[in-house]
């Protein structure tokens, strides 16, 4: 299975949006709703943002929301902040009943 | 509040067998709500998903890595374990283990997202 496919970097002034893509292929984005995205500071164990394409878990900010469309999904950070800055990952179930990670965002606040 | 921590060696020669160790605090490894997942990260990289393991001993592995993944499940110790044999460089990451929440409709299929997660530990293949 091959990673999904994720821009390499992302930035953005403060209070600005931003949106980061996440394109796999009909075999796994494109047919699950098990879509997630991880946040991951540098030296930190990934934080989940996102699952279920759009759903947010208790405590993380509404400047976070979640999409899809086709064999893509995005998450979008609106407003954004200095403590955004860090690596995002989106995940997918696939139809193997295995999980493929995206390659990877770095999220930059200028 | 679940929590996970790694524990193992930090340094494996090549060729040998990784064995790494997550113990679960904060509730019971036998929920019927959660598979038991590890996912690498090698230096500088992004995520791979390794495997995950139900209560009942129900496995998903990563095909990639075919049949050098073995995780295994010991409920007496409310831990789980993951073994990767006949390891090279390229084995070298920061390890993690996480729980995946499954909802009761969702939990026959290893269906759902990886929340929390242990701090990672780093294994360097090296001889």
């Known amino acids: 299975q091959s990673a999904l496919t994720q821009p390499a970097s992302v930035s953005g002034s403060p209070g600005q949006s931003i949106t980061i893509s996440c394109t796999g292929t009909?075999?796994?984005?494109?047919?699950?709703?098990?879509v997630s995205w991880y946040q991951q500071h540098p030296g930190k164990a990934p934080k989940l943002m996102i699952y279920?394409?759009?759903k947010r878990p208790s405590g993380v900010s509404n400047r976070f929301s979640g999409s899809k469309s086709g064999n893509t999904a995005s998450l979008t950070i609106s407003g954004l902040q200095a403590e955004d800055e860090a690596d995002f990952y989106c995940?997918?179930?696939?139809?193997?009943?295995?999980?493929?990670f995206g390659t990877g965002t770095k999220v930059t606040v200028l | 509040q679940l929590q996970l921590q790694e524990s193992g060696p930090g340094l494996v020669k090549p060729s040998e067998t990784l064995s790494l160790t997550c113990t679960v605090s904060?509730?019971?490894?036998?929920?019927?709500?959660?598979?038991w997942g590890w996912i690498r990260q090698p230096p500088g990289k992004g995520l791979e998903w390794i495997g995950n393991?139900?209560?009942?001993?129900?496995?998903y592995n990563n095909p990639s890595l075919k049949s050098r993944v073995t995780i295994s499940v010991d409920t007496s110790k409310n831990e789980f374990s993951l073994k990767l044999s006949s390891v090279t460089a390229a084995d070298t990451a920061v390890y993690f283990c996480?729980?995946?929440?499954?909802?009761?409709?969702?939990?026959?299929?290893?269906?759902?997202?990886?929340?929390?997660w242990g701090q990672g530990t780093l294994v360097t293949v090296s001889s």
């Open positions: 996480a729980s995946l929440y499954c909802s009761p409709s969702m939990c026959a299929g290893n269906r759902g997202w990886f929340d929390p």
């Open positions: 904060g509730g019971s490894i036998s929920s019927s709500n959660y598979y």
């Open positions: 393991i139900y209560y009942n001993g129900n496995r």
């Open positions: 009909s075999s796994d984005v494109g047919n699950s709703n098990l």
């Open positions: 279920e394409v759009s």
């Open positions: 995940c997918s179930y696939t139809g193997s009943s295995t999980y493929v």
